[in-house]
Nanobody, 125 residues
């Protein structure tokens, strides 16, 4: 079984940056696509970014393109999300996810089999 634990969330002012981390344990995910999703109060969980197994391919939601960067360190079984120029509308609980079936970038929630518990990001105006 895979465990994913997010960290790095917090309260920041608009325009500032945060870096989220997601530590994986249980088994290697070096062959798995991984991604970040977020869920704001009263809204559905939405796709943010995804990265392929080797870290070379990435894909972003339009709302974060140019501001967020996803990366991974397979040697340390860790996924990252560097968030810059944060906006109040980025406020949400951020979840990392891993796929047991896909190796390359995939933005669909149903493609992911393992989920973390989430970390809160709050951006004040």
């Amino acid at each position: 079984q895979v465990q994913l634990v997010e960290s790095g969330g917090g309260l920041v002012q608009a325009g500032n940056s945060l870096r989220l981390s997601c530590a994986a344990s249980g088994r290697t995910l070096s062959s798995s696509a991984m991604g970040w999703f977020r869920q704001a109060p009263g809204k559905e969980r939405e796709f943010v970014a995804t990265i392929g197994w080797n870290g070379r391919d990435t894909y972003y939601a339009d709302s974060v393109k140019g501001r967020f960067t996803i990366s991974r360190d397979n040697a340390k079984s860790t996924l990252f999300l560097q968030m810059s120029y944060l906006k109040p509308e980025d406020t949400a609980v951020y979840y990392c996810a891993a796929s047991n079936r896909y190796r390359n970038v995939v933005q669909y929630r149903a493609a992911y089999d393992f989920w973390g518990q989430g970390t809160q990001v709050t951006v004040s105006s």
